[in-house]
């Protein structure tokens, strides 16, 4: 008889009927992975030559989706939720993974659609608190709190919904594996099973992974093979403002982004997050509005910078929202074309509202509130904050970013004009923190 489960590197592909602590094909260290064997193939028919298909000709039936409820999950899903696929929501733990997706199974509940909540993580009733914040439809989900795999699978047989959060699958637990709950073993046995009823039920599955900040836990890294769409639910959890976005979708686009707010009675989507942010910008030294793309939509946020003198060596470099390898290129840049000399400054740079920017198109305003702090002055002209966008190159001149046209238009619903881009006149970053300081050739404070 064959063992019950094989351990595979997942390295080298190396299996043994036993776990080893370093991997006896390629030498690796803990990356011997538990795995159910793979049924022998079934014995070879007859080869059949198959009959290619224009892709034009081929037919695409159009998806059905079900609604969440909650426009901006809707939004970065592609639509809605597509029948028998599989949803992976990441993110650190007391973001609002929970609190999302049992808003949505409230709202499709109430829409009279066959839902189940199976939870893993805490008991009926501690879900029961969290549903009375989110309302009366929230409080109708048919919930059953267990852990072992099968149950699950058996309980999603007979209950047959239509949509089905698991939350989480660090915490169901197969018997046919050995591992704990949580291990690289289990969690892909999980996701595997439960996906393969997806698709044999059409069940819409929301699939809830913890990471945590370093990407330790065995967790949605090691699944995103395996679903259908990956979300990761992204913010600090001290901050009101989160973001969802798609890392993956077979179903849709990846570059759509929802913004949400948590309140007291459950996260609230933030349709209009640029109202929001330019509102809120401060306008004093160091603030200045960016005209960021998240994925298709034009976003404004506010970035803000804090330049202190220092005699830590080496100096302190913080970004929160930026890249950090993108904070010291712009800083290298100033220093070497624009005469402000950070070195013996702390540099702190923030997004506002824990917001997260991957785009090189932030490092104009990035330089512009580095500079502004440095120089203790304001950009805002009073009224208004100064807003911009626009790559920065190595050697000092502004580059094209994408959707120009779009970032401007959102400024300009705004009253935020003029830019600063390079669509505009300033062709490198000198000219651009002239036109922003007036005199860019001062010294700067903090080298003072
Ligand atoms: P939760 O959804 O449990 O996070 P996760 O499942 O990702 O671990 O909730 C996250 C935090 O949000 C929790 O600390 C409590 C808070 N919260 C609110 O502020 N308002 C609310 O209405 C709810 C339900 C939670
Ligand atoms: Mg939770």
Redesign the pocket.
Known sequence: MPPATVFVCSNCGHDSAKWHGRCPGCGEWNTMVEERPVAAPVAKRSKRALKPVALAEVEAPKLRRLKTGIGELDRVLGGGLVPGSMVLIGGA?GIG??TITGGALGNLAGAGRRVLYVSG??SAAQVKLRAERLGPDALRVPIVAETDLEAVEATIEAESPEVCVV??VQTLHSSALSGAAGSVGQVREVAGRLTRIAKERDVAILL?GHVTKEDALAGPRVLEHLVDCVLQFEGERERTYRTLRALKNRFGSTNETGVFEMRENGLVEVADASARFVGEATQGPGSVVLCAMEGSRPLLVEVQALVAPTSLEPPRRVANGIDRNRLSLVMAVLSRHAGIQLGNADVFVSVVGGVRVDEPGADLAVALAIASAARGVALSDGERPLAAFGEIGLTGELRHVGHPDRRLAEAAKFGLSPVLSPEGEARTLRAALAAALGGADRPSRAAA
């Open positions: 733990p993974k929970s993580e805490e939350d989480s809830v």
